[in-house]
């Protein structure tokens, strides 16, 4: 059984006249796989992670999307999050006032709820997410600061993946987690991804450069243009991209 089943998928911004942006996306995840979507700027790549999410912005107007065996496109953002889906954002944002330890601590306990699994006081808390520090290398005065408050770029990163880790999805979807990192912070990115690699457990990687893939091994890789999946290969397909770029599979549909 598929994890994540889209068929078709057809997207536009809401609105009367909103433009069309996804035209037919058609991609099975099954538990255990690792995909990565690659794609120029504008392709579509953060409106499918969103669309995923269930972000109102955008208007499914057809196609469909089944996620453990459940209609997708019927449950709101918050059911997709208690449903075990995570979107780590290309730009996460910040969000004075509220500390990053109690926002998790709400984030986990929600989900754990919704799994009939008992909620966590404070110091079981602080256990969960000590590992996941350490393998990100969050410093732990991150957790009594405002979510992303004043943080830098690669650190907002970071503590996205942290999030992920501590919230134990079920389906993880990672819009451009390595744009804006140094090397360094690319490495611990992707051995954080990594960790989240789970036989029970689906991972979407939204990139348009090879490099994080060079410490995230996919499974597939998928190429989108102008809001469709255009090709779909192994992980040397990432490199080909690298190497020779998006003309010679433009030309070839030219041509088709
Ligand atoms: P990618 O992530 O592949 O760079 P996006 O999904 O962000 O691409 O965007 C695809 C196209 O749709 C872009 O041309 C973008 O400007 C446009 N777009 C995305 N969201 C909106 C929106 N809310 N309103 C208007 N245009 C949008
Ligand atoms: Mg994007």
């Not at 006032?97 to 699994?117: D, P």
Request: charged share 25%.
């Amino acid at each position: 059984m598929s994890l994540l089943e889209i068929k078709g998928l057809e997207a536009k911004v809401a609105g009367v006249g909103g433009r069309e942006i996804l035209k037919g996306v058609d991609l099975t995840i099954n538990a255990g796989e690792v995909h990565a979507i690659m794609g120029k700027n504008g392709s579509g790549k953060s409106t499918l992670a969103q669309v995923l999410m269930g972000k109102e912005s955008y208007e499914v107007t057809s196609g469909s999307v089944t996620y453990q065996n459940k209609d997708l496109l019927e449950m709101d953002t918050e059911e997709r999050a208690r449903e075990g889906i995570f979107l780590a954002f290309q730009y996460p944002v910040e969000i004075p006032g509220v500390s990053t330890s109690y926002f998790l601590r709400a984030a986990v306990n929600e989900t754990r709820k919704h799994r009939g699994q008992p909620i966590l006081d404070a110091k079981d808390f602080l256990k969960l997410v000590k590992d996941k520090q350490t393998l990100l290398k969050i410093d732990s005065s991150f957790m009594n600061r405002a979510i992303n408050e004043g943080f830098s770029g690669g650190e907002k990163k970071r503590n996205e993946v942290f999030q992920m880790a501590v919230c134990d999805p079920i389906f993880c979807i990672m819009d451009e987690t390595d744009s804006g990192l140094d090397i360094d912070a690319l490495k611990v990115v992707a051995q954080g991804a990594n960790t989240l690699r789970r036989p029970d457990r689906g991972i979407l990687i939204v990139t348009h450069y090879q490099r994080l893939l060079d410490y995230i091994k996919p499974d597939y890789v998928h190429v989108m243009m102008d809001g469709r999946i255009v090709k779909t290969g192994g992980p040397e397909l990432a490199h080909e991209l690298e190497e020779l770029g998006y003309d010679p599979i433009e030309k070839q549909l030219a041509g088709a």
